[in-house]
Nanobody
């Protein structure tokens, strides 16, 4: 089992920045590719970005490419999502998730086996 806890959410104005953290515990968390998803009110949960177990590969949804950056510190069992130039449409609950894959960064929810509880991000115009 892997336990994931997100933090760092909050309220910012458009154009601002936030950094989300996802702390992992339990089984060897550094062996998992990690993903970030988000769910806005009334919408399905969607893939935002992800990072391979080594941190050498990342992949992003087109809607956040160039604004969001995934990184990880395996020594701290923590994954980060740096979000810059935030827009009102980025408002959502953000979730981190762990995949059993090492390198492949899945974009589908079913590819991830462990999920955090989510953290709210609100961007005002």
């Amino acid at each position: 089992q892997v336990q994931l806890v997100e933090s760092g959410g909050g309220s910012v104005q458009a154009g601002g920045s936030l950094r989300l953290s996802c702390a992992a515990s339990g089984r060897t968390s550094s062996s998992y590719a990690m993903g970030w998803f988000r769910q806005a009110p009334g919408k399905d949960r969607e893939f935002v970005g992800g990072i391979s177990w080594s941190g050498g590969s990342t992949y992003y949804a087109d809607s956040v490419k160039g604004r969001f950056t995934c990184s990880r510190d395996n020594a701290k069992d923590t994954v980060y999502l740096q979000m810059n130039n935030l827009k009102p449409e980025d408002t959502a609950v953000y979730y981190c998730a762990a995949s059993a894959a090492l390198v492949r960064i899945g974009i589908l929810e079913r590819e991830y086996h462990y999920w955090g509880q989510g953290t709210q991000v609100t961007v005002s115009s």
